[in-house]
Nanobody, 119 residues
Framework: QIQLVESGGGLVQAGGSLRLSCAAS????????MGWFRQAPGQDREFLVSIRYTPTNTAGGDSVKGRFTISRDNAKKMVYLQVSDLQPEDTAVYYC????????????WGQGTQVTVSS
């Protein structure tokens, strides 16, 4: 059982950066693989990056291209997404997600935070 709340989205000009935050409420945070997804209007949800409780155990989707960095603070039960060199095509709702480490499918989702990149 886990509850996720994203924050940090907003309007940014092309070339700018944002750090999104995800606060997790759970008794067993280190049992979850945490991930970030995004969904643009009319598009499918897209996987970006994920991280296990070990600091260097991360994975990224094909669209990351070096611009997305995920991190987590297990003591604070926080997950972060640092995005650099934002472009208009990055405009989407960004979601924090969680899955038990024993599963391959994400089972819990935050409400999302809107990121809008202007040109």
């Amino acid at each position: 059982q886990i509850q996720l709340v994203e924050s940090g989205g907003g309007l940014v000009q092309a070339g700018g950066s944002l750090r999104l935050s995800c606060a997790a409420s759970t008794r067993t945070f280190n049992n979850y693989v945490m991930g970030w997804f995004r969904q643009a209007p009319g598009q499918d949800r897209e996987f970006l990056v994920s991280i296990r409780y070990t600091p260097t155990n991360t994975a990224g989707g094909d669209s990351v291209k070096g611009r997305f960095t995920i991190s987590r603070d297990n003591a604070k039960k926080m997950v972060y997404l640092q995005v650099s060199d934002l472009q208009p095509e990055d405009t989407a709702v960004y979601y924090c997600a969680a899955r038990p480490s024993t599963l391959s499918t994400y089972t819990s989702w935050g409400q999302g935070t809107q990121v809008t990149v202007s040109s």
